[in-house]
């Protein structure tokens, strides 16, 4: 009998297969277009894995409970084929979605399923094709007791980290896709700062490309050490076969997006979570589409062009303790996300057991999540990240730096939105006396909206015109 089975083969559905099937578990597969799965059977054959034509073939192929692995395209698809599958399956079997869907309908699945008794997993899957290939971060939100039977599996076919497993179990229902989606989010955050870096060491220092590549891979070596430096700095290596230049220079500034970090920003707005890091870094995609505009304004405005500093070794310092500062803040909004979520769908995270997933096999594995590790072992109930002694001294060591820089920026008509967000969160986090009050006066002046006072406890309202009049 077959352990498991996978449903939907393309590239991401065929390669997680294979990594099952490597890992000693027997694997049936099936894809709504037969030829499909025969090609994947032929160009990929392997004893733990046979294909079958019909569900109904896959579904008596497998040892109970039984275990399905959806890989289809989120939204109707994955309805789709639940509702083709009910017709097979028995009460305790198991459902999983380990595709990028939204974490809503991962929530209704999941309670849809459990009124038939049936398991239903949302199960976020990091490190796009090669990650499901040989070993991907793995965030599994569902039923904690049914876990136990689908845990050796994926906790097998994971990336690890010093032979520990970057899966783990996150919470009920839609947990596990809404961790996912942070993690998108931070990636937006993490890859627009990079960008950000990019263009002030190009513009601002005059660094070539080679240049750039020595100093990304040194970045590399030191506390900016993740997967996202690493790959820019193999990115300054490329020449285009073409013409022999640097492929990086070839690319049209246009970047794409596949919806998970407009979810992230939806879900701030809708929580009341500042994570301005990340929704500039999604504005600044959108902006990105606007080429012919910006070509066009670019001329109608007259932008002068870029000065080079005077100390180009001292920027790059700058700019790499920026960085650090920019991306421990990023961090930090993200994890206050997942504060918010968890209050708002009643939901039970371990932070530092949601740092270790991201350790390896995902797009935001970075040295700095060893210290988030840390920061909430020490402290479950830490409110932020920047408030842990180790990020706490990191930033204030580091703050100049990102304001040095920003001002720099600012001044050559650089944009740096998400650098300078990065600090706006910083300034309105530690400062205590905010305008708002001024804001609540004027919401009680045109609107009865009361406010709160310094001096003592309730809620008041002025008849502002009314004394205003006399």
Known sequence: MNNIAVIGLSVMGSNLALNIAD???????????????????????????????????????LAKPRKFIIMVKAGFAVDAVIEQLLEYVEEGDIIIDGGNSFFKDTQRRYEYLSEKNIHFFGVGISG?????RRGPAMMPGGNEKAYEEIKAILEAISAKVNNVACCSYTSTGGAGHYVKMVHNGIEYGDMQLISEAYMILKHLGGFTNQELQEIFEKWNSEELESYLIEITANIF???????????????LDKSGQKGTGKWTTEQAVDLGIDISVISSSLNARYMSSFKDERVNAEKIFNRKAYEVVKDPSNLVKIVKESLFAAKIISYAQGFKLLQAAEKEYNWSFDYSQIAKIFRGGCIIQAKLLQNIIEAYEANPKLENLILDPFFKETIKNNQASLREVVILAIQNSLPVTSLSSALTYLDVYTTANSGANLIQAQRDYFGAHTFERTDKAGSFHYDWVGNNAK
Do not use: C, Q, W
């Open 23 to 61: 890992n000693g578990y027997k694997v049936a597969v099936f894809n709504r277009t037969t030829s499909v799965m025969e090609e994947m059977i032929e160009k990929f054959p392997h004893r733990n894995i046979e294909g079958k034509k019909t569900l109904e073939e896959l579904v008596k192929s």
């Open 128 to 132: 796009g094709e090669e990650g499901a």
């Open 237 to 251: 290596k490329v020449k285009d076969p073409e013409s022999e230049e640097f492929l990086v220079d070839k690319i």
